[in-house]
C-alpha cells in the first residue's frame, strides 16, 4: 500500500467516522465536511475524476448542514438603531 492509498483509506474512514457521530455534536458535520473534501482529493490524485466531482458536492453540502445548523452563533445585525439602554420610552 503506498501512500497515497493510506491517505484515501484514512478518508474514507474519517468520512465514516464523523458520519456517524453527526448526531452527537454540529462539529461532527464539519469534519465529515473536511473528510469529503479529503477524499475528493484522493479521488482526483487516482484520476477517478466522477468521485472527485461527487464528493467535492458532498463537502459542500456538509459545510451548508454546518453553517445551517442550530447551535451556531448568529452575527449581530450592524445596521438600523442603536439598543436601547432602559433609560427612555419603549418604542
Do not use: K, N, Q
Amino acid at each position: 500500500m503506498d501512500a497515497v492509498e493510506v491517505f484515501g483509506s484514512a478518508a474514507v474512514l474519517a468520512m465514516l467516522i464523523c458520519y456517524a457521530l453527526e448526531s452527537r455534536g454540529r462539529h461532527f458535520v464539519l469534519f465529515f465536511a473536511a473528510a469529503c473534501a479529503a477524499s475528493s482529493t484522493y479521488a482526483a490524485l487516482i484520476a477517478a475524476w466522477p468521485f472527485a466531482a461527487v464528493e467535492a458536492v458532498w463537502a459542500l453540502v456538509a459545510v451548508r448542514r454546518w453553517r445551517l445548523s442550530p447551535g451556531r452563533p448568529r452575527a449581530r445585525p450592524t445596521g438600523g438603531r442603536a439598543a436601547s439602554t432602559g433609560g427612555g420610552r419603549a418604542a
